[in-house]
């Protein structure tokens, strides 16, 4: 019965057809955003409980908001809760890091086709270090964000628009094969967006070169940029496999400032949470594992739909970002099917003779194996910003938590 | 001396800066090209000499540049010398198979920039199996040429000379670090063209929006399109590598409808000839090695500058199209380190640890080893077309020969 229900799940991930319909506002969209809202990372905490690099980024939202003055005017109305903050994962949104979202930000709109869902992720800020999601909240910060606002989302949306709607799968398999794991490395990904988006750009230029211009300029730039269309596309791939009765199979990964956690399919929207990951880092310059902050992230999404850590084996150019040889990282891909259901059926491994990633991450597996699924991640330092990258392992407290609610549930599991 | 020379050639060839700087027709730029001059690959021949496919492409070129009227016209011409052929490698280009340019074709103009010598390509026809460079000429290659001539290249062109030049050395690397070898795949390369060329479309939509996008879905059907491109590249930067005084170093090497060649820095433009290469092939449906015919083709300039099958573990994406397994892939490219001078300092192979590609093929290393150059390439089939895709291996004999004539005019070698 757990057999077959995990098949459903599989299928159910593997069959998504996830489609960019265009950029909205994310008041105008988000499924419960309101305008006093502020969308953030990981399993929901009380407001006392966001520390470092995640309040600041609250903070510095809640300010680039409009929806309090300063630092301390955002302390108190966070604390009184005339500022309100909610999960992402339970407003159909996925964060990067910190993972901010506002009222008037743009987000991406992803329709998964197949089963009529959407989901939507914020736009990425660009490669400086310095940025909302990564804890930092300044002038250039808050530039950076209008210039998303007012110039990249609604020329981005403009072209979308005309494409009609831009089918995702298609360009994530190729990428998968043009050296993409699409979590860590985006390049091929981001590449190939400009190439669909191109021809609709040219037809948008009459009145409107300089923006398209500047549009171009941006996502041409910013080799990461596809990621946050990806982690749209993964959340309305994921969201289908929830709910399915005696699925072991894991439907969402999320991180904050202080924990890790994990949803199961078969057991609704429950959180099971456990402490921080293990990381295995390549940090920036002179910076030690000891300066790494936590700030939230929820980009394993990518994981949890079979890319990212379980597609490591077709990115190896990812080894000079975040190390690790090659070996290393197809023996660490070629774990991953220890705690998978299956194989993808569109998403391949050259290095693998174009063999399915594996997917499905169940719950079981890991706890039976004790194989921990492995996630490419950027990492935060203290007082914010980027400071380096590397693989992250869920823990296994929320793997053992989850299977003993699996078991109460639905009885034994093995 | 031997040894300095070779390391002067690998330097020549890893420094080297190719630059795209226009699409311009081959009367006005290629050196010694006339009116009633068709070029095409291999080694000089007698025009009785041209066979099969080849001497049909030739003839096809006559009738498509209108010199002849017909077949038996073209026979005629060409027999008589009122049609002349010329070698594409003595005019500063390269040919695609067959590798027919005419007067009027458009051709790809690239510069190296630290040498000052300019190479040409001539542009691919697209995907259909029946091009003229697969020695096939009807009406279809007729209105696909001239397409190529009258909006293709025009639209290109503009959009080039906007850029004020590509620099492609650097589009190049990073191809290599997303799956391409850039000899039989070209996927990355092409995209990454079409990114580099985004902005000058957009700019150039004013008024010939409709020929833009014409030229923008060109490009985007065609992943093969940065073939001639790199091409044209490499002839650039491997032209700049010949005349080095005591060097055994391969600068260039062709295949004609009946014989292999290859010439040698230290030895001028003398051709060593021998037999057709070897191949393992990957052949489309119902083929067999049988139904191959040679009709020539120098993109093995690819592998003369270190990439193609010297990158062959650059590119595991490519065993769908060729065969082979990732295994035997990466074998091949580490053999080539046995035969080649140095290690590439801008192109690296992510599967090697970022590892040089091998590059500068020495033809004293060949015959020592017996270990021959191999070639990513396509296929062509009795009565034109193309019929699939392989690895060849360039022959032996073409070293030994080209050995025996070093010794005499350097000494002994070993």
């Known amino acids: 019965m757990r057999e077959a229900a995990n098949l459903e799940a599989l299928d159910r991930l593997c069959s998504a057809t996830p489609v960019l319909t265009g950029v909205a506002a994310a008041i105008d969209v988000v499924p419960g955003m309101t305008a006093e809202m502020i969308l953030t990372s990981g399993a929901p905490l009380d407001w006392p409980q966001y520390s470092g690099g995640q309040r600041m980024a609250i903070i ?108 995702l799968k298609p360009m994530m398999r190729r990428a998968v094969h043009m050296g993409d794991e699409l979590h860590s490395r985006n390049t091929a990904g981001t590449t190939l967006l400009i190439k669909e988006l191109a021809p609709h750009f040219v037809a948008a230029a009459s009145g409107n070169g300089e923006r398209v211009l500047e549009t171009l300029a941006f996502l041409s730039e910013n080799d990461y940029f596809f990621l946050r269309v990806g982690m749209a596309a993964a959340k309305a791939t994921a969201d289908a496999s929830r709910g399915i009765e005696n699925s072991s199979v894991v439907s969402a990964m999320t991180l904050s400032c202080c924990e890790f956690a994990v949803r199961v399919s078969g057991l609704g929207d429950t959180w099971f949470r456990g402490p921080l990951p293990y990381v295995e880092a390549q940090l920036f310059e002179s910076y030690t594992t000891d300066d790494i902050e936590w700030m939230g992230g929820e980009s394993m999404i990518m994981e949890t739909i079979g890319l990212g850590g379980f597609a490591q084996a077709a990115a ?90 699996f078991a109460e549930r639905y009885g034994e599991t093995t």
Chains 1, 2 share one sequence.
């Open 316 to 405: 190896f150019s990812l080894q000079a970002y975040q190390g690790g040889s090659p070996q290393a990282m197809a023996a660490v891909n070629e774990s991953m099917y220890e705690i998978t259901v299956g194989e993808h059926t569109d998403f391949a491994i050259p290095y693998f003779g174009y063999r399915g990633t594996p997917v499905g991450i169940d719950i079981v597996k890991v706890n039976a194996t004790g194989t921990l699924p492995a996630i490419d991640a950027g990492l935060a330092g203290r007082g914010g910003g980027q400071i380096g990258a590397g693989i992250l392992r869920a823990p296994r407290e929320c793997f053992e938590l989850a299977q003993a609610a």
């Open 60 to 167: 510095g939202g809640a300010i680039y908001e409009g929806l309090a003055n300063d630092e301390a005017d955002a302390e108190a109305k966070l604390a009184s809760g005339a500022i309100t903050v909610g999960s992402t994962h339970d407003h159909g949104c996925v964060g990067s890091v910190a993972g901010i979202y506002t009222a008037s930000m743009p987000v991406l709109v992803v329709e998964n086709r197949s089963f009529g869902n959407t989901a939507f992720c914020n736009l990425y800020e660009g490669k400086s270090p310095r940025r909302l999601n990564y804890g930092v909240y300044d002038q250039e910060v808050h530039d950076g964000l209008k210039y998303l606002e007012e110039v990249i989302g609604p020329v981005l949306g403009d072209a979308i628009d005309r494409s009609g709607g831009i089918e």
